[in-house]
């Protein structure tokens, strides 16, 4: 948990799980994957559960932490919470009833605004009726290229009150994004050591697409060794465009 984050999009993360076990390509180089083993070699007790080195690794077996889910009851300030930041939610090794619990804890904490990322869309999308969806979790999908368009759909089929993509790490073009029922779009090259370049094109393509359907852009960053290098505009402009919660609000 952290009461701060450095994510532009978001204030504070919190990990009621921890670990993850890599899906596709855009997990190749992920960052949490070799924050854990790091921090496991410093003794953290979160971080002692190993993963299947052929898709995990050391400190990141998915482990749940039930003693975490007090931690958003203390926050009285308002945030804008990302959940999971070092695991996902939707994995199949984290029980639904443990997912309950967290949605129960979203549901009671209405002054913090809750931010679920997930690679699993399609159990996203076959337990989403088994949960409760309040109107301040927002649910989004990672894509980081066509081949992942399904998500899209089967995030599309959820009752979130605010629905978004995460094109991050951006490894290819994304030509007809399905747009509808979406509310955000996140785009964003990817960073560290082993970073794969993202084509500006591909970026201005999802900005336009997005201009097009009136679907709020935000752009995270061009990425490379060092995150914020290249620093955050895109032909002259800093796209910090956020999803209207208002509209929702009212529907419900």
């Known amino acids: 948990m952290s009461d701060k984050s450095a994510i ?5 993360t919190w990990n009621p799980t921890t670990g993850c076990d890599r899906v596709s390509p855009g997990c190749d180089n992920c960052y949490a994957l070799a924050l854990a083993k790091r921090l496991k070699a410093m003794g953290n007790p979160k971080y002692q559960n190993d993963g299947d080195q052929r898709t995990s690794g050391p400190g990141f ?7 975490a889910l007090n931690i958003p009851y203390s926050w009285r300030r308002p945030r804008v919470v990302f959940v999971n930041s070092m695991s996902d939610l939707f994995h199949a090794r984290v029980p639904i009833g443990f997912i309950k619990q967290v949605f129960d804890v979203m549901q ?5 605004t809750y931010q679920v990322l997930t690679k699993r869309a399609r159990r996203l999308e076959r337990i989403a009726d088994k949960l409760d ?3 301040n979790v927002w649910m989004g999908v990672s894509v980081e290229s066509a081949d992942q368009y399904d998500r899209i759909r089967d995030l599309a089929k959820v009752p979130a009150a605010v629905r978004f993509l995460s094109c991050e790490p951006l490894l290819g073009p994304l030509p007809d994004l399905p747009l509808d029922g979406i509310d955000w779009v996140i785009a964003g090259g990817e960073s560290g050591f082993s970073a794969r370049p993202v084509d500006p094109e591909w970026i201005r393509e999802i900005r336009d697409q997005c201009v097009a359907a009136r679907t709020p852009f935000f752009f995270k960053q061009w990425g490379g060794i060092r995150a914020k290098a290249g620093g955050r505009e895109l032909d002259g402009l800093t796209w910090d465009e956020m999803p209207d919660t208002s509209r929702h609000l009212r529907a419900m």
């Open 61 to 67: 077996g998915v482990t749940t932490h039930p003693d």
């Open 8 to 12: 532009e999009w978001t204030e504070a």
């Open 108 to 112: 009671d904490t209405p002054h913090h």
């Open 133 to 135: 969806w309040p109107s």
